[in-house]
């Protein structure tokens, strides 16, 4: 009894406090960088693509919303195409992590709605941005070597040999 | 004659809703159009100055007991094979008997209406205050037997209702 | 001069369908306010239009009876629901000189009536919904309702044991030095629980226990149908906070005030009462519902009377 009147007041003692609930589209939520919304591809420092159509996202996405197509240039591979759609992405992030040269990342943007459902898949024009994204220095050549006609990758000086991720030894 | 238009109106609905609950098939129609005949008795009451027994005909029989009626109805879950199986029971052979009593009933009725004095009575509204006096003045032993027979109901549902566990079991 | 009668209804029926229809508004924005959110804000000042867009809305809507439904039941129970609670409000005195249709000598006794009959919309609406759901929620309130009537009915006794008469206008003078809220008070938190229970109102809306029997008696309704249901309910909180009014809270009386607005001020905040038990309490288990009835509030209200007629004839003269 003296349970129930005390939550009775408690409750109507909520009346002066604040209001938690953020009025949209008035005051905008202060989202977190890491806040995992609209996917977008970047560029390493140099302005090039950094995708290299390894199709890990497509792989790692649990909905099946990504799509490409690998085309080769000089031994360097690029998505031919690139196709999100956002009408069944889940936001999860997945591909991100997956991504091993940071090309595919999320950004603190979720106000995509649209009327017609087709206008949600985006191409590659549509995802690709100029910059580096969340990973201004990073480019993932410097990191893994090149190869280059006559010279393998850690064959150069002051380079070390590619781990065998095939072996198990140290 | 005293009777008037709401009299007689009331009167009417009251012989249309009963002859409609005997003839219905389903026997949640026939009880609403119990309940209507019931309302409209109460208005009956009401027209010849008894508003308290009006009110508690609505309580008591429309309000209450009805509804119980209603909710074992809605328990039942009557369909189709049960209608039919009824049918079968109804034979002109069941009918005689009590068809003979009703008209026995029927023609004390008659010769009540013919012998009574035709109406002519003013219409005395009879109060609350009356209703109680007479219960509790000339009527008390009535209202006593009748908390008899409802203590003994009392008991014998409580009786009924409890659970009975197997090592109580006689 | 009195307004003709079919004025008098017709602007009944406005008043008090507009009333319940702004009641929606004024509960969500006030369960916001209690749970610390806004509520409907949108449409209009202070979203105050949002009962008019929802009314548009539901009337818009698909009216649909389901094919395995029976059919005249099925229309008939949101009509009984409406009817019952609207009748009641004729005998509701707003002030000394007014109520909707005058004085009845029997009036409490006829809102007792007319609120019994209201069990049958919810056990009719079960029942011809065709639906398990539905089935279970009707029963529980016909179970509930009818439990609850007896405690209702009881613990006003006391009310109409001091005054000695059944006329709500006679309660409500009666009450002109102390309100029966100070005497009777058993009787008034066993009376307001009952009323509770007979709307059919959280943290008692057993009937409908969204969380296990989807909406309950009126999980096959759709469009104006379920709005009818609906408002009745609103209709009906605003009417039990009415009869609390003139039973405990001494009616249209108050200083300074003229009568009617005194009135709607109680009123009002025994509706805002309904809506912060509804904010704060969670629903009992049906069991323990049935026991609160018939355990505590029984005996309660047995005391209640039996205390109030002992008071009565110590006092008696002679």
Known sequence: MFGILRTLWLTFLHMGHRRVTVGYPETRPALPPRYRGRIILSRDPDGLERCVACNLCAVACPVDCISLQKAEQDGRWYPEY???????????????????????????????????????????EDLLISGTGKYPDY?????????????????????????????LLP | MTANLP????????????????????????????????????????????????????????????????????????????????????????????????????????????????????????DTRQVGLALYGPYVLMVELASFLLLAGLVSAFRIGRHIRDEDAP | ?????????????????????????????????????????????????????????????????????????????????????????????????????????????????????GVYSVVLAGWASNSKYALLGGMRAAAQMISYEVFMGLSTLGVVMTTGSFSLRDIVQAQAGLWFVIPQCLGFVVFLMAGIAETHRLPFDL????NELGAGFHTEYSGMKFGMFFLSEYAGIVLVSALVTTLYLGGWQGPVLPPALWFAAKTGALVCLFILLRAALPRPRYDQLMALGWKILLPLSLLNIVATGAVLLLRAPG
Not at chain 2, 94 to 105: F, S
Not at chain 3, 46 to 71: C, E, M, N, S, T
């Open chain 1, 82 to 124: 690139f196709r999100i759609n956002f009408s069944r992405c889940i936001f999860c992030g997945f591909c991100e992590e997956a991504c091993p040269t940071y090309a595919i990342q999320l950004t603190p943007d979720f106000e995509m709605s649209e009327y017609v459902r087709p206008n949600l898949v985006y191409e590659k």
């Open chain 1, 139 to 167: 480019s993932f050549y410097r990191v893994s070597g090149v190869e280059i006609p006559g010279k393998d990758k850690g064959e150069a000086e002051r380079e070390q040999p590619p781990v065998d991720v095939r072996s």
């Open chain 2, 7 to 126: 009299f007689l109106l009331s009167a009417l609905v009251a012989v249309w809703a009963t002859f409609m609950v005997v003839t219905r098939a389903v026997a949640i129609h026939a009880l609403l159009y119990l309940v209507v005949a019931l309302l409209a008795l109460a208005c009956v009451f009401d027209v010849l100055g008894a508003p308290f027994a009006a009110i508690l005909e609505v309580i008591v029989y429309a309000g209450a007991i009805m509804v119980l009626f209603v909710f074992v109805v809605m328990m039942l879950n009557l369909g189709r094979p049960d209608s039919l199986r009824e049918n079968t029971w109804i034979a002109p052979r069941i009918w005689i008997g009590p068809g003979l009593l009703a008209a026995l009933l029927l023609a004390a009725l008659a010769d009540a209406l013919v012998m009574a004095a035709p109406g002519g009575g003013r219409i005395a509204v009879i």
């Open chain 3, 1 to 117: 001069m009195t307004p003709p009668p079919l004025v008098v209804i017709a602007a009944t029926l406005v008043v008090l369908l507009g009333l319940a229809t702004m009641l929606t508004w004024v509960e969500r924005r006030l369960l916001g306010l209690w749970q610390d959110r806004y509520g409907p804000n949108r449409v209009g000042p202070g979203g105050l239009f949002q009962a008019v867009a929802d009314g548009i809305k539901i009337l818009f809507k698909q009216d649909w009876i389901p094919p395995f439904a029976d059919r005249p039941v099925f229309v008939l129970a949101p009509a009984i629901g409406m009817m019952t609670v609207l009748l009641a409000f004729g005998v509701i005195p707003v002030t000394a000189l007014w109520s909707i249709a005058g004085d009845l000598n029997v009036g409490l006794l006829f809102v007792f009536a007319t609120m019994g009959l």
């Open chain 3, 207 to 210: 009937p409908e226990g969204e």
